[in-house]
């Protein structure tokens, strides 16, 4: 593929991401660059796991990985876009604290705060 192709096919797929899910990390935009073909593997994976809504509501999805990625420790940045996808797609504060607190008897209470800290950043 042509470096302008490659440029090309890139841009697109950062623009898709972006209209998916509202976001794109840093780091994904230079493995999309870089290799585009693996990025829209990636993204294609993304679409059926947290991009749509299927059975559960998007929000519902955002909580699943939400808890899983405050119990891993993924920085604060990824927590906020997470908590930001799923309140733009209807989840209330108090519903992302209740999905926040039920993290602590499976996660420990660094797992609850981890998100409680990202949640603070949304919302003052």
Same mark, same amino acid.
């Given at each position: 593929?042509?470096?302008?192709?490659?440029?090309? @096919?890139?841009?697109?797929? =950062?623009?898709?991401?972006? @209209?998916?899910?509202?976001? =794109? #990390?840093?780091?994904?935009?230079?493995?999309?660059?870089?290799?585009?073909? %693996? %990025?829209?593997?990636?993204?294609?994976? #993304?679409?059926?796991?947290?991009? @749509?809504?299927?059975?559960?509501?998007?929000? /519902?999805?955002? %909580? /699943?990985?939400?808890?899983?990625?405050?119990?891993?420790?993924?920085?604060?940045? /990824?927590?906020?876009?997470?908590?930001?996808?799923?309140?733009?797609?209807?989840?209330?504060?108090?519903?992302?604290?209740? /999905?926040?607190?039920?993290?602590? =008897?499976?996660?420990?209470?660094?797992?609850?705060?981890?998100?409680?800290?990202?949640?603070?950043?949304?919302?003052?």
């Amino acid at each position: 593929m042509s470096e302008e192709t490659k440029s090309a @096919k890139a841009e697109r797929l =950062i623009a898709e991401a972006i @209209k998916q899910r509202g976001y =794109i #990390y840093p780091e994904w935009e230079l493995v999309c660059k870089t290799d585009p073909d %693996f %990025f829209e593997n990636y993204n294609r994976l #993304y679409g059926s796991s947290l991009g @749509k809504g299927g059975v559960l509501p998007i929000k /519902v999805k955002e %909580f /699943v990985a939400l808890g899983i990625l405050a119990y891993k420790g993924a920085s604060t940045e /990824v927590l906020v876009a997470h908590i930001k996808r799923a309140m733009a797609n209807g989840a209330t504060r108090e519903e992302l604290i209740e /999905v926040l607190e039920t993290t602590t =008897i499976p996660g420990g209470a660094p797992t609850l705060f981890n998100g409680l800290k990202a949640l603070l950043e949304v919302i003052k």
